[in-house]
Nanobody, 121 residues
């Protein structure tokens, strides 16, 4: 599975961005899709995940109520809608695919290259 993220950029605090992750290669709808992020000097952290049917969705507490993960299997794409952005959301955001729903990065087998999100105060 190849994953390519897009949609990152610079936004003011309180603004919104929508990240996209386009998948190619193997059967997209067989995978759990997740978003992670890594800020400078910090470890990669879980943001959100969605199972293959979309019936189970998980969020980190820090983004709950502000971010929404969704998937469109017809387009082999997963999205992360980010609203009410804060400077502490600044990070490189990574899309990942795995076979088990998990908040742990080690559960994911495939990763994109990442897209930078910068939130100014």
């Amino acid at each position: 599975v190849q994953l390519v993220e897009s949609g990152g950029g610079l936004v003011q605090a309180g603004g919104s961005l929508r990240l996209s992750c386009a998948a190619s290669g193997r059967t997209f709808n067989a995978y759990v899709m997740g978003w992670f992020r890594q800020a400078p000097g910090k470890e990669r952290e879980f943001v959100a995940a969605i199972n293959w049917t979309g019936s189970r969705i998980y969020y980190a507490d820090s983004v709950k109520g502000r971010f929404t993960i969704s998937r469109d299997d017809a387009k082999n794409t997963v999205y992360l809608q980010m609203n009410s952005l804060k400077p502490e959301d600044t990070a490189v955001y990574y899309c990942a695919a795995g076979v088990g729903a998990s908040i742990s990065s080690i559960a994911y087998d495939y990763w994109g290259q990442g897209t930078q999100v910068t939130v100014s105060s």
